[in-house]
């Protein structure tokens, strides 16, 4: 994950212009907060450069923005509004791990979210609008924030600070009790790929909420649309292909984003024969969608 190959430019460019929203709407407050209310005094917790008396100050003061930070990330919400395409990257990552590193899955995952896409934004937070690039921020909060960076990626890892960084082993009480949590955090962003269909070349995205769209209008419309078909093949091969998309009702009532359908495509094409029959029913945004 730290080598600079192709590939990993590659991702970096691709999670910096698909995810770099999001990072600004899920850090901003918190790392606002952070520059606001950290004094300079109170962000060095290396015993060598802290003063004795501030030293256990500095350790709670990191300790709660480290804690701060990663509830921001792993929140229902926060894993509800994370962009598809990161997930669907996550779980190649993960996919690829389980195959040929099945004993660093958990360390390639975390490596992957945290150190090539979470934590870049959280050091340098100016270059990627989550704090006004006219608002430097101090050298302490920098140093805060690279530390919180550092307790982030030992936690995705699922290591605890040692000999190398003696001074940071006061915080592994806090990576331990948030280890089940980040297990909980990676098991929510992956999502299964063998449901996953990729669009054709040439063929543009579409977002999840026009997946569920489209999934609820032919549920909406169902008896329309089955009144409209005549032939008893063409009957059939329309209710297997929505029997495809699985259960919207169960989709509604779990509230989970609509990844097992991937994308508007993989409807449209499990639904190609029978698109002339969508638009006898004449309703318009089901046209729209379909179309």
Request: aromatic fraction near 6%; glycine fraction near 4%.
């Amino acid at each position: 994950m730290r080598e600079n190959s192709v590939a990993s430019r590659m991702c970096k460019v691709y999670l910096k212009r698909v995810g770099e929203a999001y990072l600004r709407e899920t850090l901003s407050a918190v790392v606002a907060q952070i520059a606001d209310s950290a004094a300079e005094s109170a962000c060095e917790v290396n015993p060598s450069y802290c003063e004795p008396a501030d030293l256990a100050r500095n350790q709670h003061n990191l300790t709660q923005k480290a804690s701060a930070v990663f509830e921001c990330l792993v929140s229902g919400s926060a894993v509800e509004r994370m962009p598809d395409g990161i997930r669907l990257l996550t779980s190649f990552v993960a996919a690829s791990a389980r195959k040929y590193a099945p004993n660093s899955v958990r360390a390639l995952v975390g490596g992957f979210l945290m150190l090539r896409y979470v934590n870049p934004a959280l050091v340098t937070p100016e270059q990627h609008g989550i704090v006004p690039k006219d608002r430097p921020l101090s050298a302490g909060v920098r140093k805060l924030l690279i530390s919180i960076s550092k307790v982030l990626q030992n936690l995705a890892n699922g290591v605890l600070f040692g000999k190398k960084e003696e001074f940071m082993t006061f915080i592994n009480p806090l990576l331990e009790s948030r280890r089940a949590a980040m297990d909980v955090y990676f098991d929510s962003v992956l999502v299964p790929l063998d449901t996953v269909v990729l669009s054709p070349p040439g063929q543009p995205p579409a977002s999840a909420r026009q997946v569920l769209e489209f999934h609820r209008l032919l549920h909406a419309y169902d008896a329309q649309i089955m009144a409209a078909l005549q032939q008893p093949a063409t009957v059939d091969d329309y209710r297997r292909h929505v029997a495809a998309l699985g259960s919207y009702e169960a989709k509604a009532v779990e509230r989970r984003r609509p990844l097992l359908l991937a994308s508007v495509d993989a409807a449209l094409l499990a639904l190609k024969d029978v698109q002339n029959v969508i638009r006898v029913v004449d309703q318009p945004r089901l046209v729209v969608l379909a179309g």
